[in-house]
């Protein structure tokens, strides 16, 4: 579990900078969204077992979560 977090994590991330580009925030809806919380959820499991991999893919999934938020926001949404 803890490895798969951390890859869609990573992934997740790619999406969040194809997202960052004007004009094309509604990525971030169908894309970067749903695999952060997947990621976070599977990194959110695997916690309990203490893996470093399990903690990086949670912070980075929530990062992740977080910007992209903020980035809708800041775009209305849609941009």
Do not use: D, E, K, Q
């Not at 903020?70 to 209305?76: A, D, E, T, V």
């Amino acid at each position: 579990m803890a490895i798969a977090g951390f890859i869609l994590s990573l992934v997740a991330a790619g999406f969040l900078l194809v997202g960052l580009i004007p004009f094309l925030g509604i990525i971030n809806w169908f894309t970067t969204l749903p695999v952060a919380v997947l990621a976070a959820i599977l990194s959110g499991v695997a916690l309990p077992r203490r893996s470093s991999l399990a903690v990086t893919g949670f912070v980075i999934s929530l990062a992740v979560f977080g910007v992209a938020i903020l980035r809708l926001y800041l775009g209305g949404g849609i941009l």
